[in-house]
């Protein structure tokens, strides 16, 4: 016997019931998506949703900005850069709603594209979603949005579109099923909850571990 | 590294003369306890999570066979290889046959306690290959060449001092009279030491923190972000897990995810909470281009349908680490294996056997703490309770202990009169002084020496306990 059959095997014989009732649960239970207990905190309409947001990733060494248009998004990301005193080049995914922002607007910009490289100082994604109750952004791997651009550089900024902006985790799950379909995943997806950091040595929080050094999410609110 | 389990009662002596670990454990065990009881207070449904999160856990256990099922049918839809592994020695095998058909040199690994359980570390190097531990806790001891002392900040019982003379000693190559004096400095070295790691790595090896069955991912979480750039930078992810991490959907991810980071270190949710699902997707311009999960079993399947099942709902957050008056006074090591702590003292025996453990189900006071903290609520001090009668069973307990055990095992089958014996003991020892004949007491010197019973007040710590809790 392979060591999966040896495996289940004495799985099998140590649970109640029969294999045909559980295989019945089992897929019932995977379903039905159910949604257990969800905390009160994040409920609530847009401001209460872009309040808790900003103060819980703020609180955690994150920064947040809200602009208007999706337009906007191109000044505001040459502004912080410039502030944060980086040089010039930012790489982005190839994402067709980042790929259309007015980026002639930021002339300076030297804009590159495809995974990052560990040279890069800046990178931009655009977030699948955003999470009110723990101020968590989730980006999803794609051929147009590299999953490294969110480790290698100093500073990663997020575009968000307030609309994505929901309450709950269990808010995310069933946009996630309408995009790729239900039981289907991205090959990585990364829910992120400020720069990184470590409390490794004698439990004293240090920013940063490995990762982005800065964590600037950019917040539309017409978008 | 072979169990030294059976040494807990000399180990736990010199831990409780090592001033630089009692330094350790004094300066951060509070920290852990403060932490999770302000992220408790700032979620008024925290236990009621707590209790939806044990039932998610129940309900996967009592059908794993057709979770594990599901699981892996999902993994290899999504392109990834599932390989399952009976022993640790059947752990070792695979994860050496793909890192030989790699031609791996580099090795880059996340934090992963079933490594450490199956001791890949030591296969990988004697196989010829380099594995680089990236998480810095692991980093550090793997420098020291240690096993972790806590499963989730495996270097807790480290100083700065240590740290600082460790990297002098093995980063040969940077300026010698370079600043170390402060933290950030030395967190900043070795980011900039692994960088270059991940960047250079054949094979990176995670391990999971969940396994969602309805979607085939395996979930890690850091606060560093070492684990997605030791998936995301090889050609070749690993994942090394064992079978009762399964859940079932991203909706039971979601409540487990709540409890998980708030137990273990205060937060909301970890920093980089990470679903891999399968290599990179033929258009994907990154991300592995293969992936391998491991699911070992290694004793755990034979918990099933036991007294001892319970320990299978285990999360892995160290919680009851923080809150083990044990623990706090004797520090990680002293356990002798990999999981320390309440849970390292129930898992153990069940992973190594109770004739090579004899000695941790003795390792507690039986004050309830760790299951007060748990956040899937496992019986802990129920199952020490009966690996000692196990142990009593087997005729494991030494014939000096086997008398005296009796009447302990009586008191602490009975709360309320266990808590009175400790009132009276601590007000004899109050009366006696630290010289007092209590000392013979399993630990009892353990937690006097560092703790300082508050003998003024002639309370227990149970006592002490209740009243901060209100
Ligand atoms: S037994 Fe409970 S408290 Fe201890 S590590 Fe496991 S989940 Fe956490």
Same mark, same amino acid.
């Given at each position: 016997?392979?060591?999966?059959?040896?495996?289940?095997?004495?799985?099998?014989?140590?649970?109640?019931?029969?294999?045909?009732?559980?295989?019945?649960?089992?897929?019932?239970?995977?379903?039905?998506?159910?949604?257990?207990?969800?905390?009160?905190?994040?409920?609530?309409?847009?401001?209460?949703?872009?309040?808790?947001?900003?103060?819980?990733?703020?609180?955690?060494?994150?920064?947040?900005?809200?602009?208007?248009?999706?337009?906007?998004?191109?000044?505001?990301?040459?502004?912080?850069?410039?502030?944060?005193?980086?040089?010039?080049?930012?790489?982005?995914?190839?994402?067709?709603? +980042? $790929?259309?922002?007015?980026?002639?607007?930021?002339?300076?910009?030297? @804009? #590159? %594209? &495809? !995974?990052?490289? =560990? *040279?890069?100082?800046?990178?931009?994604? +655009? $977030?699948?979603?955003?999470?009110?109750?723990?101020?968590?952004?989730? @980006? #999803? %791997? &794609? !051929?147009?949005? =590299? *999953?490294?651009?969110?480790?290698?550089?100093?500073?990663?900024?997020?575009?968000?579109?307030?609309?994505?902006?929901?309450?709950?985790?269990?808010?995310?799950? =069933?946009?996630?099923?309408?995009?790729?379909?239900?039981?289907?995943?991205?090959?990585?997806?990364?829910?992120?909850?400020?720069?990184?950091?470590?409390?490794?040595?004698?439990?004293?929080?240090?920013?940063?571990?490995?990762?982005?050094?800065?964590?600037?999410?950019?917040?539309?609110?017409?978008? | 590294?072979?169990?030294?389990?059976?040494?807990?009662?000399?180990?736990?002596?010199?831990?409780?003369?090592?001033?630089?670990?009692?330094?350790?454990?004094?300066?951060?065990?509070?920290?852990?306890?403060?932490?999770?009881?302000?992220?408790?207070?700032?979620?008024?449904?925290?236990?009621?999570?707590?209790?939806?999160?044990?039932?998610?856990?129940?309900?996967?256990?009592?059908?794993?066979?057709?979770?594990?099922?599901?699981?892996?049918?999902?993994?290899?839809?999504?392109?990834?290889?599932?390989?399952?592994?009976?022993?640790?020695?059947?752990?070792?095998?695979?994860?050496?046959?793909?890192?030989?058909?790699?031609?791996?040199?580099?090795?880059?690994?996340?934090?992963?306690?079933?490594?450490?359980?199956?001791?890949?570390?030591?296969?990988?190097?004697?196989?010829?290959?380099?594995?680089?531990?990236?998480?810095?806790?692991?980093?550090?001891?793997?420098?020291?060449?240690?096993?972790?002392?806590?499963?989730?900040?495996?270097?807790?019982?480290?100083?700065?001092?240590?740290?600082?003379?460790?990297?002098?000693?093995?980063?040969?190559?940077?300026?010698?009279?370079?600043?170390?004096?402060?933290?950030?400095?030395?967190?900043?070295?070795?980011?900039?030491?692994?960088?270059?790691?991940?960047?250079?790595?054949?094979?990176?090896?995670?391990?999971?923190?969940?396994?969602?069955?309805?979607?085939?991912?395996?979930?890690?979480?850091?606060?560093?972000?070492?684990?997605?750039?030791?998936?995301?930078?090889?050609?070749?992810?690993?994942?090394?897990?064992?079978?009762?991490?399964?859940?079932?959907?991203?909706?039971?991810?979601?409540?487990?995810?709540?409890?998980?980071?708030?137990?273990?270190?205060?937060?909301?949710?970890?920093?980089?909470?990470?679903?891999?699902?399968?290599?990179?997707?033929?258009?994907?311009?990154?991300?592995?281009?293969?992936?391998?999960?491991?699911?070992?079993?290694?004793?755990?399947?034979?918990?099933?349908?036991?007294?001892?099942?319970?320990?299978?709902?285990?999360?892995?957050?160290?919680?009851?680490?923080?809150?083990?008056?044990?623990?706090?006074?004797?520090?990680?090591?002293?356990?002798?294996?990999?999981?320390?702590?309440?849970?390292?003292?129930?898992?153990?025996?069940?992973?190594?056997?109770?004739?090579?453990?004899?000695?941790?189900?003795?390792?507690?006071?039986?004050?309830?703490?760790?299951?007060?903290?748990?956040?899937?609520?496992?019986?802990?001090?129920?199952?020490?309770?009966?690996?000692?009668?196990?142990?009593?069973?087997?005729?494991?307990?030494?014939?000096?202990?086997?008398?005296?055990?009796?009447?302990?095992?009586?008191?602490?089958?009975?709360?309320?009169?266990?808590?009175?014996?400790?009132?009276?003991?601590?007000?004899?020892?109050?009366?006696?002084?630290?010289?007092?004949?209590?000392?013979?007491?399993?630990?009892?010197?353990?937690?006097?020496?560092?703790?300082?019973?508050?003998?003024?007040?002639?309370?227990?710590?149970?006592?002490?306990?209740?009243?901060?809790?209100?």
């Amino acid at each position: 016997m392979s060591a999966r059959e040896t495996i289940l095997a004495r799985i099998r014989s140590r649970l109640p019931g029969t294999e045909a009732a559980r295989r019945d649960a089992v897929e019932l239970h995977l379903a039905a998506h159910g949604a257990n207990l969800v905390p009160l905190r994040g409920l609530g309409d847009g401001d209460h949703r872009l309040s808790l947001f900003t103060r819980l990733m703020t609180g955690v060494g994150g920064s947040v900005e809200t602009v208007e248009t999706l337009a906007d998004v191109v000044q505001a990301v040459a502004a912080h850069m410039a502030a944060a005193g980086l040089p010039p080049s930012l790489r982005k995914g190839a994402d067709t709603t +980042l $790929a259309h922002l007015p980026w002639h607007r930021a002339p300076g910009l030297t @804009l #590159l %594209s &495809g !995974p990052a490289d =560990p *040279a890069d100082h800046t990178t931009l994604s +655009l $977030a699948f979603a955003g999470v009110a109750e723990s101020g968590t952004v989730l @980006l #999803l %791997s &794609g !051929p147009d949005n =590299p *999953a490294t651009l969110n480790f290698l550089p100093e500073l990663h900024m997020v575009v968000l579109p307030a609309s994505r902006l929901v309450s709950c985790y269990e808010d995310v799950w =069933p946009l996630l099923r309408a995009s790729q379909g239900d039981g289907l995943m991205p090959s990585t997806l990364n829910m992120i909850s400020g720069p990184s950091r470590t409390a490794d040595i004698e439990q004293t929080i240090v920013r940063p571990a490995h990762g982005p050094r800065d964590l600037h999410v950019i917040i539309v609110v017409g978008a | 590294m072979q169990p030294e389990t059976a040494r807990f009662k000399e180990l736990s002596r010199a831990a409780l003369a090592n001033d630089q670990l009692q330094r350790s454990m004094v300066a951060t065990g509070p920290q852990f306890v403060l932490k999770r009881a302000k992220a408790r207070a700032a979620l008024p449904e925290f236990d009621d999570l707590r209790n939806a999160a044990r039932d998610i856990k129940n309900h996967v256990l009592a059908h794993l066979d057709v979770y594990l099922e599901k699981f892996e049918a999902r993994v290899q839809a999504a392109g990834g290889h599932v390989h399952w592994a009976e022993t640790a020695e059947e752990a070792r095998a695979i994860i050496l046959n793909i890192c030989a058909a790699k031609k791996a040199r580099l090795i880059t690994k996340g934090k992963s306690m079933v490594s450490e359980e199956v001791g890949l570390n030591e296969a990988l190097e004697g196989a010829g290959h380099t594995p680089v531990e990236t998480d810095l806790g692991e980093y550090l001891i793997q420098i020291r060449n240690e096993r972790p002392s806590h499963i989730i900040a495996p270097a807790v019982h480290l100083r700065r001092e240590q740290i600082e003379a460790d990297f002098r000693r093995v980063h040969t190559d940077l300026d010698p009279a370079r600043d170390l004096s402060h933290i950030p400095a030395l967190v900043e070295e070795a980011r900039r030491v692994l960088r270059q790691n991940y960047l250079d790595a054949d094979v990176g090896i995670t391990g999971a923190n969940f396994l969602v069955a309805g979607t085939g991912s395996a979930i890690i979480v850091t606060n560093e972000g070492n684990g997605d750039l030791t998936r995301l930078m090889p050609e070749t992810h690993i994942v090394i897990t064992s079978i009762e991490k399964i859940v079932p959907t991203l909706e039971d991810a979601s409540t487990l995810l709540r409890v998980l980071a708030r137990s273990a270190t205060g937060q909301d949710i970890s920093t980089y909470t990470t679903l891999m699902t399968g290599p990179r997707r033929a258009a994907d311009p990154d991300g592995p281009e293969e992936f391998h999960i491991v699911l070992l079993d290694n004793g755990r399947s034979q918990v099933l349908g036991t007294e001892f099942q319970d320990m299978l709902r285990c999360i892995r957050c160290g919680a009851c680490l923080n809150h083990c008056p044990v623990y706090q006074a004797v520090g990680g090591h002293a356990y002798g294996w990999v999981y320390p702590g309440p849970i390292g003292s129930v898992v153990t025996p069940a992973l190594i056997g109770i004739e090579n453990a004899a000695n941790l189900p003795n390792a507690s006071t039986f004050c309830g703490r760790c299951e007060d903290v748990c956040p899937v609520r496992i019986p802990l001090p129920r199952l020490l309770r009966h690996w000692r009668e196990r142990e009593f069973e087997q005729h494991l307990t030494p014939r000096t202990v086997r008398s005296g055990l009796g009447a302990w095992a009586f008191l602490a089958k009975r709360p309320k009169l266990y808590g009175l014996a400790m009132r009276l003991a601590a007000r004899f020892l109050n009366w006696r002084g630290r010289a007092g004949r209590i000392a013979s007491l399993p630990l009892a010197r353990g937690w006097t020496r560092t703790r300082d019973l508050p003998a003024a007040q002639g309370k227990t710590f149970t006592e002490l306990w209740r009243e901060r809790q209100k």
